[in-house]
């Protein structure tokens, strides 16, 4: 479930492959026409969550003596890389929004 570490690929922490397609991407790999931005985003942010909740659950794993230090290590890993990539969509879509609030109508 866990890729080795690598450059930062939006497609495997959530639904971004669909943001250059006509509709959003389902969990079964097929593009959906009446997806959305906000069903994009969704789906974005319920990957993240799910990504941030196993490495919670693999460093208690971890702290028990249940779970190897690399799994941990890869896990909490791929968990800072979603956040990060989380903080950066949100803070484009804050930036694109103020810039579209100061435009004059």
Same mark, same amino acid.
């Given at each position: 479930?866990?890729?080795?570490?690598?450059?930062?690929?939006?497609?495997?922490?959530?639904?971004?492959?669909?943001?250059?397609? $006509?509709? $959003?991407?389902?969990?079964?790999?097929?593009?959906?026409?009446?997806?959305?931005?906000?069903?994009?985003?969704?789906?974005?942010?319920?990957?993240?969550?799910?990504?941030?909740?196993?490495?919670?659950?693999?460093?208690?794993?971890?702290?028990?003596?249940?779970?190897?230090?690399?799994?941990?290590?890869?896990?909490?890993?791929?968990?800072?890389?979603?956040?990060?990539?989380?903080?950066?969509?949100?803070?484009?879509?804050?930036?694109?929004?103020?810039?579209?609030?100061?435009?004059?109508?």
């Amino acid at each position: 479930m866990i890729s080795g570490i690598g450059p930062l690929d939006f497609r495997s922490i959530g639904g971004a492959a669909g943001i250059g397609q $006509a509709g $959003a991407t389902t969990a079964a790999g097929t593009t959906d026409a009446t997806g959305s931005f906000a069903a994009v985003l969704s789906d974005l942010t319920t990957r993240t969550v799910d990504t941030l909740q196993h490495a919670e659950q693999v460093s208690a794993q971890g702290l028990q003596g249940q779970a190897d230090t690399r799994e941990v290590a890869d896990a909490v890993m791929s968990a800072e890389q979603a956040l990060s990539a989380a903080v950066a969509i949100r803070d484009k879509i804050v930036s694109a929004y103020m810039e579209i609030s100061r435009m004059s109508i």
